[in-house]
């Protein structure tokens, strides 16, 4: 028996035990660690890529934790690449300025986004112009819709070859947009998980599921909470990636009643969606709000 080292990605867990997708062959093991881990009190996390050792079977051993790119906190997962956020303006008619904070807070994590406007069969031509008009240069913009498929390949696309994590508001679609992409997403969770789930166990940590035509996707939304904790008063202005902060009169510019401020002057000029500026503003407010209240 050959037993070479390859290399895997953490898909999930089940209490001590974890499943590793061979990333050559799309093969999945079912791991222990190396009881090195525990001695050295690391533990890989879902999302890692690892060097595992296939036992027998479908078994295996992890035997190393390779470097990780990114580590997000909730849900806890390695390597996302990006984060798609997915919103409506009806049937929910999100509000811009959740819209913006959840932007606010991928931007914090210094993940790349891909906004995604679902439900465009409900939509007049001009709301989606107006909503482009905002969003479009600032960062990739699908217009989807799961009912129609309108713009569902083009999705699937981004998908492709990475770990994404889906964010939105309850009920603009995010469930439906997955159906749209891979209709076995949700049953996709091979052979071994059904022997497990067979017996008592269950995992608890998030789960990568594999997308058909290539890529992963975290099977618990992003972002649950909109909560801008630990997000300094300074920093804020950084993370509207269209504001030109060095070009206010004072550095330290925070955009608010400063004179000669570039950024008000851009808003003025209509150079600058209002809604972006004032969903800054009332963001901005609730952090200084906090910090001054704390004691
Ligand atoms: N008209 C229309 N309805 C849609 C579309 N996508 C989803 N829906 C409907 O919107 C409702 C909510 O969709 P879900 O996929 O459950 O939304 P979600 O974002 O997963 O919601 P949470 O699980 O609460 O976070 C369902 O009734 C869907 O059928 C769409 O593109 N067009
Ligand atoms: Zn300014």
Not at 19 to 26: N, W, Y
Not at 51 to 56: N, R, S
Not at 212 to 223: H, I, K, L, M, Q
């Amino acid at each position: 028996m050959t037993s070479k080292r390859r290399l895997g990605v953490v898909l999930r867990f089940y209490s001590n035990l974890l499943v590793v997708e061979d990333l050559e062959t799309g093969k999945q093991y079912l791991c222990k660690l190396r009881g090195k881990f525990k001695k050295q009190g690391i533990r890989p996390i879902t999302g890692d890529t690892v060097e595992f050792t296939p036992i027998h079977g479908d078994e295996g051993v992890v035997e190393n934790i390779l470097h990780r790119r990114s580590e997000l906190k909730k849900p806890s997962v390695a390597n996302v690449d990006q984060v798609i956020v997915v919103t409506t303006l009806r049937k929910p008619e999100v509000p811009l300025e959740i819209l913006d904070r959840f932007i606010v807070l991928v931007e914090r994590e210094k993940l790349p986004l891909v906004l995604v406007l679902n439900k465009i069969d409900l939509l007049e031509r001009d709301e989606i112009t107006e909503f482009e008009k905002i969003y479009g240069n600032l960062y990739p913009l699908v217009k989807t819709s799961a009912v129609t498929k309108e713009g569902i390949s083009e999705l699937k696309e981004y998908l492709q070859g990475k770990i994404s994590v889906f964010a939105g508001m309850s009920g603009v679609g995010k469930s439906s947009l997955l159906n749209a992409i891979d209709e076995n997403l949700k049953l996709r969770t091979g052979e071994i998980s059904e022997k497990l789930e067979r017996g008592r166990h269950t995992t608890t940590t998030a789960q990568l599921l594999r997308v058909r035509d290539g890529g992963w996707v975290v099977d618990t939304p992003g972002f649950a909470s909109l909560e801008l904790e630990g997000i300094e008063p300074e920093e804020l202005r950084y993370l509207f990636i269209e504001f030109e902060n060095d070009k206010c009169f004072f550095p330290d510019c925070v955009h608010l009643d400063e004179p000669e401020c570039f950024v008000k002057m851009q808003v003025m000029k209509g150079k600058l969606p209002r809604s972006r500026y004032e969903s800054y503003v009332k963001m901005l407010k609730e952090i200084q709000e906090k910090a001054f209240r704390k004691p």
